[in-house]
């Protein structure tokens, strides 16, 4: 029996025609587009990741601030 995978599903719902050639073997005639949707979620994905480190910065900056102003004021 055949594992089916949740990107079969997902090109099945889509389009049950192009789930039916991508099982044949058939080549996608439109492979330029697919590599322009790939590289944009990459650089979505890039982003996304940078988003999160310069959260955990800006927290990082904020925590030393207050640090600073706690030292200062308790001196």
């Not at 055949?2 to 492979?31: H, M, P, T």
């Not at 330029?32 to 999160?52: F, S």
């Not at 480190?53 to 904020?62: D, Q, S, Y």
Request: glycine fraction near 6%.
């Amino acid at each position: 029996m055949k594992v089916i995978k949740a990107s079969e599903l997902g090109v099945y719902l889509f389009c049950n025609r192009a789930w039916s050639y991508q099982q044949q073997g058939v080549d996608s005639q439109n492979l330029p587009e697919m590599a322009k949707g790939t590289a944009y979620h990459q650089r979505h994905g890039n982003l996304v990741l940078l988003t999160g480190i310069l959260k955990v910065f800006a927290l990082l900056c904020l925590v030393a601030a207050l640090a600073v102003i706690l030292v200062l004021i308790f001196r």
